[in-house]
Nanobody, 121 residues
Framework: QVQLVESGGGLVQPGGSLRLSCAAS????????MGWYRQAPGKERELVAV???????NYADSVKGRFTISRDTAKNTVYLQMNSLKPEDTAVYYCMGNVRHMLNDGGTEYWGKGTLVTVSS
């Protein structure tokens, strides 16, 4: 089993910044990818950003140029630096990890419990 624990959410004013962290622990051989998704009230969960094991990144159009995803392989941790935050960024942010438990394992997707980000004046 693998646990993903997010931190760094909170209340911030429009135009402000927050940094989210997500640490993976447990039965980990390697990590194929880690990323962030978000779900606003009344909306479906959507991709925010993802980074793969070879450092390829993908961002939602709505956050390009404002958010930056990065990872620390040694710590099995992924970060999301969020700048120029807007009220529409308000959501619960979930960490996702695609984890291999052994060499020939294709990977299993795990999710954190989420951290709330509220952008409001």
């Amino acid at each position: 089993q693998v646990q993903l624990v997010e931190s760094g959410g909170g209340l911030v004013q429009p135009g402000g910044s927050l940094r989210l962290s997500c640490a993976a622990s447990g039965s980990i051989f390697s990590i194929n990818a880690m990323g962030w998704y978000r779900q606003a009230p009344g909306k479906e969960r959507e991709l925010v950003a993802v980074v793969t094991s070879d450092d390829m990144t993908n961002y939602a159009d709505s956050v390009k140029g404002r958010f930056t995803i990065s990872r620390d392989t040694a710590k099995n941790t992924v970060y999301l630096q969020m700048n120029s935050l807007k009220p529409e960024d308000t959501a619960v942010y979930y960490c996702m990890g695609n984890v291999r438990h052994m060499l020939n394992d294709g990977g299993t997707e795990y999710w954190g419990k989420g951290t709330l980000v509220t952008v409001s004046s």
